[in-house]
């Protein structure tokens, strides 16, 4: 497996059967929550993620992928 964090976040989305909030992210990549939440801004960017706000919660899922 590649050792970056982008890609290991990307595997973590793969796996989900929902969107996953940056904490959920965070707990399954085994990541502190603002590394997390720093390689998701870089993944949306790259247009690889999207995001939907839901209230204060971002939840977040692989392009083309959207999940409730």
Do not use: C, W
């Not at 290991?8 to 059967?17: D, N, S």
């Not at 801004?41 to 247009?47: M, T």
């Not at 939907?52 to 919660?57: F, L, N, S």
């Amino acid at each position: 497996m590649d050792n970056k964090p982008e890609n290991h976040i990307l595997e973590v989305m793969k796996q989900a059967k929902v969107s996953l909030t940056i904490n959920s992210i965070a707990d399954l990549a085994a990541m502190h929550r603002v590394t997390a939440s720093k390689y998701l801004a870089v993944l949306e960017a790259k247009g690889l993620v999207s995001r939907r706000d839901v209230g204060k919660a971002k939840l977040y899922f692989i392009k083309g992928r959207r999940m409730e």
